[in-house]
């Protein structure tokens, strides 16, 4: 235990008491006997190892490797998932761009004067019938939608006239029409009148006579009788009034009452029968 080992450094030279075995530290780079075993250890090793495993390898006989020239095509498929504003900075797609058929200045040079105006009149040729087309069913609608209107306020109107409008009895003989001049005395005569409602049709005229009449001895019967009030302007209203005769006085001889309802375009007239057959009402068209 008290011996110890002279090829260590001069550190471990110092004797010391334990119990473990001496260890011999290692030579680093510092020792020169370590640099130039290591060196020669190299050159064996180099000088043995590469002539066994190819004897024929030589500087000379490598051949370098051949770089081509990449396309531009290659390098824009090469740099696709690169940075495209790196690319434009380095020039790159710069050619691409320029050689492109479908480029913007290409395109613009192949459109000439005659071209753009062969192609406007194209456009105008086209747009006239388009634009007829347009007018014309924009009319048809418009038609269309006018008919359905007036359909439908036709078919309000119709279901808000009373029933009177269309339960009535009709007055056309021509001798009591005030215009044609007819005297005394005609038949049927209105004391044999059923009281109801009446509409005045065909060549009687369209209405019972309103005005006031100043003679006798006409509408086919002694003394003539109009009916004194106002008509009704509105659809499906109602007035009411009475009827005056002649009789060489004015109003000598009245009914009433006497009513009209109007029923958009035309009026019906409730009368009542007279007293004697020598007054009768007066129609007018």
């Given amino acids: 235990m008290d011996s110890y080992d002279t090829s260590t450094y001069p550190y471990g030279l110092n004797t010391r008491r334990s119990d473990l075995p001496l260890v011999s530290l290692p030579r680093n780079s510092i020792d020169p006997q370590y640099n130039q075993a290591m060196a020669q250890r190299q050159s064996n090793w180099n ?14 006989n490598i051949t370098p490797p051949q770089y081509g020239s990449s396309s531009s095509a290659a390098l824009v498929q090469g740099n696709a998932w690169g940075d495209s504003n790196s690319l434009n900075k380095g020039g790159m797609n710069s050619k691409t761009n320029e050689e492109s058929k479908f480029s913007c200045s290409k395109l613009c040079a192949k459109i000439t004067s005659s071209k753009m105006l ?6 105008i040729i086209a747009a006239v019938p388009l634009a007829v087309f347009a007018t014309l069913w924009v009319n048809n609608r418009s038609s269309s939608s006018s008919e359905d209107s007036g359909t439908t306020s036709t078919a309000a109107s119709s279901a808000t006239l009373p029933i009177q409008c269309y339960a009535y009895s009709t007055l056309n003989d021509i ?7 007819y005297s005394c005395c005609y038949s049927p005569y209105d004391s044999s009148l059923i009281a109801g409602w009446y509409r005045v049709t065909g060549s009687s005229g369209s209405q019972i006579a309103s005005s006031p009449i100043y003679t006798t001895s006409i509408c086919g019967s002694s003394y003539p009788g109009y009916y004194n009030g106002s008509l009704p302007s509105k659809a499906g209203t109602l007035t009411t009034g009475n009827a005056c005769f002649y009789t060489g006085s004015y109003c000598g001889y009245s009914v009433s009452p006497i009513s009209v309802m ?6 019906i007239f409730y009368l009542v029968p007279t007293s004697s057959s020598s007054y009768r009402y007066c129609t007018t068209s």
Avoid: D
């Fill in 47 to 60: 000088m043995n190892t590469l002539p066994q495993q190819n004897s024929s390898l030589s500087v000379s």
């Fill in 118 to 123: 062969f192609f406007l009149v194209g456009l």
């Fill in 262 to 267: 109007n029923c958009s375009g035309y009026y």
């Fill in 175 to 181: 001798t009591r029409n005030q215009q044609m001049g």
